[in-house]
């Protein structure tokens, strides 16, 4: 049984950062490209950042770009979001997702695991 188990969500003031990680267990690790998810009360979830197998390949959402830095650690089976400049607008309860293909996807029901999500909150 696979699981993913986030953690580093907190409360910040605006340009502050917050570093999140995501541990998976049950499986092999390395075979799974892995993503961050976002979702804000009444909305969709939505693609955060995402990383393939062997961490050559990084993608952002445009709104996080420059800000956020994805990373994965395959010898201690996780994965990492490093979020500096943090803004009001990005909080929200942030997800983590495997996926069991080399490369991450935008889609949501393309992931075969899901983290319980951790919350950060941005303060003006």
């Known amino acids: 049984q696979v699981q993913l188990v986030e953690s580093g969500g907190g409360s910040v003031q605006a340009g502050g950062s917050l570093r999140l990680s995501c541990a998976l267990s049950?499986?092999?690790?390395?075979?799974?490209?892995m993503a961050w998810f976002r979702q804000a009360p009444g909305k969709e979830r939505e693609f955060v950042s995402g990383i393939g197998w062997s961490g050559g390949s990084t993608y952002y959402a445009d709104s996080v770009k420059g800000r956020f830095t994805i990373s994965r650690d395959n010898a201690k089976n996780t994965v990492f979001l490093q979020m500096n400049s943090l803004r009001p607008e990005d909080t929200t309860v942030y997800y983590c997702?495997?996926?069991?293909?080399?490369?991450?996807?935008?889609?949501?029901?393309?992931?075969?695991?899901w983290g319980q999500g951790t919350q950060v909150t941005v303060s003006s």
């Open positions: 049950g499986r092999t690790f390395a075979v799974y490209a």
């Open positions: 997702a495997a996926h069991g293909r080399p490369e991450p996807s935008f889609v949501l029901a393309s992931y075969d695991y």
